[in-house]
């Protein structure tokens, strides 16, 4: 299926592989919130920062893993989030292009079931077919087919594992959405494979950033008022969860959470933070974005108009001070350091201890 928005093949932008200092950037601040506190009480303060736009049935979209996946958010978290901040929300996902543990709704309940994700209702939202949400101003697509039950909703919040990604050089918010939202047949086909191909994943580079955030602005305008963003960096290997148990070994060191209204802040001060880690550990990460071209996610949004690359970057943990990325994740020393959520079945410990 072909909604481009244009006559012919439109061009690809430019300058994924290249990052864009601070003090290069122009417009106006999104605030962003920041805690270090890696745990549940941690999740749900500053859950509480960005909570006042959510109502209603609520949406929570989180990738909720392959098979017994590693580095997912830890499920006693999430558990506690909805405990106690989420009673009227459902975790939402579709279904997967390639075939494997979720690419069926049958098979996607059982991998929900193995990795523990039973405590509230999981919605797979293109179980029944597909909606298709406008992409106002898209270079690539009128339309975008999202999962059809992805109307019932009232919010969203995008509950993200931030980490690398294969084709996009890292997963945050953008991510999350853009390919979380896509419905597994349809959807997810238009971002990643020209019409005609017999290459399922032929759209690379500047064009799959594009085409990915184009599909999240889909949903972002969708719920425009009622959606907030959270970046969990925490066990973040290059390599996307839905590699499960092949993903690369942890070797960045974790940061912290961070949460917005603003999803493009939201993404950036992230990749700020891992281009400002101390001693090189950010290294193995900017290496998977820059040769990914996965900068150009942060550009196009700001084309877009989906948001601000400029933000304002307050700490819960110390009086709200006003921070830069760098004195976030000052002092982080280089190399990860596992914790008690990383025993689950099928982690390989030794593949993923740091030496």
């Known amino acids: 299926m072909d909604n481009r928005n244009t006559a012919g093949r439109p061009a690809a932008g430019t300058g994924g592989s290249r990052y864009v200092p601070y003090h290069e950037r122009t417009g106006a601040e999104s605030a962003v919130y920041f805690t270090r506190d890696l745990s549940a009480e941690g999740l749900k303060r500053i859950y509480d920062r960005i909570s006042g736009t959510l109502g ?130 349809i959807g997810k086909a238009e971002i990643h494979t020209t019409p005609g191909s017999d290459d399922m994943w032929d759209i690379k580079e500047e064009e799959f950033m594009e085409r990915m955030t184009e599909s999240a602005k889909s949903t972002v305008d969708h719920f425009s008022g009622h959606i907030a963003f959270i970046n969990v960096m925490r066990n973040m290997s290059v390599s996307c969860d839905c590699e499960g148990c092949e993903a690369e070994p942890v070797v960045t060191p974790d940061i912290g959470i961070l949460a917005s209204l603003d999803i493009l802040a939201a993404d950036n001060a992230c990749i700020d933070m891992i281009y400002g880690l101390p001693g090189g550990g950010g290294k193995a990460l900017v290496e998977r974005v820059e040769s990914r071209h996965g900068l150009r996610q942060l550009s196009y949004m700001k084309e877009m108009g989906m948001g601000n690359d400029r933000y304002t970057l307050i700490d819960i943990d110390n009086g709200d001070r006003k921070i830069t990325a760098a004195e976030a994740v000052r002092g982080i020393e280089p190399g990860w350091i596992p914790d008690e959520y990383n025993t689950f079945p099928g982690r390989n410990d030794l593949k993923n201890k740091r030496i």
Do not use: Q
């Open 56 to 185: 209603g049935k609520i949406a929570v979209k989180l990738h909720t893993g392959e098979a017994e996946g590693p580095n997912i958010i830890p499920r006693p978290w999430v558990k506690a989030l909805f405990e106690n901040r989420l009673e009227n929300a459902s975790i939402v996902e579709t279904n997967t292009y390639y075939e494997g543990s979720r690419y069926t709704t049958d098979v996607h309940r059982k991998t929900l079931e193995t990795n523990g994700w039973t405590f509230c209702p999981v919605d797979v939202l293109d179980e029944d077919g597909v909606a298709a949400f406008p992409v106002k101003g898209g270079k690539w697509f009128r339309e975008m087919h999202v999962g059809s039950h992805l109307k019932n909703y009232d919010s969203f919040l995008a509950l993200t594992h931030f980490k690398g990604h294969t084709m996009g050089g890292f997963g945050g918010s953008n991510k999350n959405i853009g390919i979380g939202c896509a419905d597994g047949r």
